[in-house]
C-alpha cells in the first residue's frame, strides 16, 4: 500500500511567489486596516502590489532617462515630477487621483 506522492510544493511569501518587489502582506494590511472592503480576496493584495510595482518602475525609468537627459546619475524629486508632467497617462492618472482628493 504505498502512496504516490507528489512532490511538495515550495512556499513561500506572497511576493516571492507572485515574483514581485513590492511586499504583499504589507498591501494586504493596508486594505484590512482602510476597511476599503468587508470582503477581501486572496488575490486583490497581490494585484495590487503588482500594478504599484509596474507604476513606480515606470516613473523611476521615466525620471532615470530626465535624470541622464540633466547629466545627472541620481534621480531627484524634480526629475520625477518632470517624468510625471512629460507622461500624458501618467499625469491623467494622477489628475484622476487630485480630484478624487479634492471632493472629500
Do not use: M
Amino acid at each position: 500500500n504505498r502512496r504516490s506522492c507528489k512532490p511538495r510544493r515550495q512556499r513561500g511569501s506572497h511576493f516571492r511567489r507572485a515574483e514581485l518587489q513590492f511586499p504583499v502582506s504589507h498591501v494586504e494590511r493596508c486594505l484590512r486596516e482602510g476597511q476599503y472592503a468587508r470582503r477581501l480576496s486572496s488575490t486583490t493584495p497581490v494585484f495590487l502590489a503588482g500594478v504599484l510595482q509596474y507604476l513606480t518602475t515606470n516613473i523611476l525609468e521615466q525620471a532615470g532617462k530626465e535624470a541622464e537627459n540633466s547629466h545627472r546619475v541620481c534621480i531627484t524629486p524634480e526629475h520625477v515630477k518632470r517624468a510625471l508632467q512629460k507622461d500624458e497617462q501618467l499625469r491623467w492618472l494622477l489628475e484622476k487621483e487630485d480630484d478624487t482628493h479634492s471632493q472629500e
